[in-house]
């Protein structure tokens, strides 16, 4: 049966190639620390979790791992109520329901897939 996480963290591979004990991720947070400065003092945890995001998925390959129907994944802070959003692209199927008229084909919102 077939994985069904979309999103998952590489906590074996990180540890395995990691660097005097400690993991990948860990030493890029260490070395990076400066990218938080502007988070430690906010209420709301949006800001720490958008970078850490971006520091894990940065790695080749990357601390966070996502299936392979993931095109790309981004976190951001939400302009309207400061909420964390995030932006994932899919490569997937036309849904059957759409299939049946080409009219659909003009949303500029779908993409074909080779």
């Known amino acids: 049966m077939p994985d069904p996480r979309a999103f998952w963290l590489d906590e ?16 890029k947070v260490l070395r990076r620390i400066d990218d938080f400065a502007d988070t430690w003092g906010d209420f709301a945890p949006v800001g720490f979790a958008v970078t850490a995001w971006r520091l894990a998925t940065e ?10 129907r993931i095109i790309s994944a981004t976190c951001a802070r939400s ?11 899919v490569a997937s199927r036309w849904p ?10 003009r949303d500029r919102g779908w993409q074909d897939w080779p």
């Open 59 to 68: 790695l080749s390959p990357g601390f966070v791992r996502w299936h392979r």
């Open 12 to 27: 074996q591979f990180d540890r395995e190639h990691g660097v005097e004990g400690r993991g990948r991720y860990e030493a």
């Open 79 to 89: 302009p309207w109520d400061g909420s964390l959003v995030c932006a994932v692209t």
């Open 96 to 105: 059957a329901e759409l299939t049946w008229t080409k009219q659909w084909q």
